[in-house]
Each structure stands twice: as C-alpha cells, then as structure tokens.
C-alpha cells in the first residue's frame, strides 16, 4: 500500500504551476481555519445574526463577517493574490500587491444553517489577471482552479484544475489528506435537490421535470426518485458529487428580475468547473454555466447541475418549450 498522499503531495503532482499551487495552499489554510472557528462557535459567543446587511440584501452573521476576515487575513499573506470577490464584499478588494490571481468566493456557504448545526462551506474560483488591469467579469470556463470546504461531520476540500475533481478530508492534525482523486458523477441518479416551496413560481420545464419524478414507477419514466434539500449548495453539491442527483435553482417567477438566485462568479462557476471535471454537467437550462459572460461580479444565474443524463432531460424539456 502506498502511503497516503497529503494535499501538498497532490499539488506538487497535478498543480500547472507552483504559483497556482501556493494560491490554493493559501485558501486551504484559510478554510482549515474556518474549519476550527466553526466547531466551538456557538460557546464561543460566535452564533447569530449582525445588524449588517451584505450587498444581496441578506442580513450578515457574525460567522459569515469572521469566515470572510479569515479569507482576507490568508489571502493578504500572499502576494500571488491581488484581488479579491466576496459575497461578503460590495466591491472587490485591491490588495497592495501585482498578483497575477483574483479570487471569488463564498466565504461561508448555507449560513442560514449554522444556528441548526447542520453542514456548511466556503466555496472559491481562482482566475487570471493583469493586476494593471484586471478583467474579473470572465466566464467560468477561464476559471483557473475552483473548489469548496464542507464543514461537515468530517471536513472536506473538493479542487478541481479543470481536468479531474479530488477530494481530501482534513486530518486532526490539521493536514487535508487526499481521499479521491478522481471523483466521477454517476450519468443518471435517482435524486433530485429542490426548495419545492418555491412551486407555485416554477417555469413549466421545472414544473414538467418534477411532476415526471414525483410520478415514479407510475409515471412516464417507470422509475422511482428520492427528494433531498438541505439548503447548503455546498452539502448538496457535494452529496451530488459522491453519490450523484440533480441540484436546481431554476429562474422562476419571483427570481426572474434578479435573474436567479444563486451568485454566478462565487458560486454557480465553481461548482460546474467541479462537476464537470468529475463528468457531470451544468446548465442554466438556455447552454453552460461556464459560458455565461458576467456583467457583474455579484451576478446572479439559473442553476440546473449534476449528473449529465438527469441536467440533459431538463435542458431538453427547456429546448422544447421554446
Ligand atoms: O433558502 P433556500 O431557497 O432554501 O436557498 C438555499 C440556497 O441559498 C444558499 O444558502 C445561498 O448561500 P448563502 O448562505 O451563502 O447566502 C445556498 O447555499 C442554498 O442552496
Ligand atoms: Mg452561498
Ligand atoms: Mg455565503
């Protein structure tokens, strides 16, 4: 047996540069932090809500204000990185420096489930940029490497490079051990991710979608589907990416104006460069996650992503009802 491979081993074998390599050493460490923060926070005097709202309008807690810091704090000890995309931020933060690296993220994904102790996770992009004058409004698919913590029962870091998704478990040494390297996306599952409260605002693909699943053995499709939702994208992203399904948050009636829900450059983007590289797919239900162009980096997006038979059995009902 071989001995098992820490993430600075997997970094030295799979990452482009070690540039890049230190870019993601610096956001592991930032997310083994949060790791930490997190699993003593409610004694700590670190549970509930501030009376700060953040630029989407949704009211700020104390986790999110000290996960963010926590990324600020890593990220400004390495002069690779020279700029920074928060949810957390209204503008991006210019660092003092002529990094070569713009990072986006979520600082702490599914914060409305830390008062309930149920998993949550940080979510980050790494792109390219001339710090002289630096493009952030970049497709996904220039994404240069993305990944997530999910601070679950155990701690696990996903990263993708584009061409294979790997997985690692943070150690009680504080080490991420690699524990996949190649995470594939079963084709077809038979569960499905969705706020069905939201129902009454679906567009018919969504509608015709669900009603084919809730049908089961009966139904047209003559197969029986199981309904998970934890209100984390990172738990059920990462659910989908070790045991497959579907995750949606469609544009529905009353997201229309915003143009969804979900954030395209700290969220939506990072996820579909990770289930693609593990063979899964992502759509907006109108063509790829990764090739929407955003117009801002708080850009919201329709998210329909997952196992790739299941994501092209709703783009084709989307197909049809134009
Ligand atoms: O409130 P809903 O409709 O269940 O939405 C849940 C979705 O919102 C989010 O919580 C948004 O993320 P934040 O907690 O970072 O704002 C996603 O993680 C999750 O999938
Ligand atoms: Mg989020
Ligand atoms: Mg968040």
């Known amino acids: 047996m071989s001995a098992p491979k820490t993430l600075q081993d997997w970094l030295q074998a799979e990452a482009p540069s ?62 690779a990185i020279s700029i920074l995309i928060s949810e957390e931020l209204d503008e991006e933060l210019h660092m003092q420096n002529q990094g070569r690296f713009a990072i986006a993220t979520d600082p702490l994904d599914g914060s409305s489930n830390l008062d309930v102790n149920v998993t949550v996770g940080s979510i980050f992009s790494v792109l390219a940029v001339d710090p002289n004058a630096p493009d952030l409004l970049q497709p996904g698919s220039e994404q240069l490497a993305a990944g997530y913590a999910a601070y679950g029962p155990s701690t696990s870091l996903l990263l993708t490079f584009g061409k294979t998704t790997a997985a690692f478990t943070l150690s009680n040494e504080g080490v991420f051990m690699l524990d996949r390297e190649a995470v594939q996306v079963a084709a077809q599952s038979g569960e499905y991710a969705i706020n069905s409260a939201r129902q009454r605002f679906w567009d018919a693909p969504t509608s015709t979608y669900v009603a084919q699943n809730i049908a089961g053995e009966e139904g047209e499709l003559g197969k ?81 992503m997952g196992s790739s038979a299941e994501v092209a059995r709703l783009d084709a009902l989307y197909a049809k009802a134009k």
């Open 224 to 304: 029986r589907y199981n309904m998970r939702w934890v209100g984390s994208m990172v738990a059920d992203i990462h659910r989908i990416l070790m045991r497959g399904g579907i995750f949606l948050y469609p544009l529905d009636s009353e997201t229309t104006a915003k143009g969804g829900r979900l954030r395209l450059l700290y969220e939506a983007n990072p996820m579909s460069l990770l289930l693609e590289a593990a063979g899964g797919a992502a759509s907006t239900g109108h063509g790829r996650i990764l090739d929407v162009v955003p117009t801002d980096i708080h850009q919201r997006v329709p998210v329909i």
């Open 18 to 79: 070690s540039e890049l390599a230190g870019v993601i050493t610096t956001i592991a460490a930032a997310c083994a932090e949060i790791a930490k923060v997190l699993r003593t926070a409610p004694t700590d005097g670190l549970a509930g809500a501030t009376d700060h709202t953040n630029v989407q309008g949704e009211t700020q807690k104390q986790l999110d204000v000290v996960s963010n810091d926590i990324f600020i704090k890593h990220i400004r000890q390495n002069a």
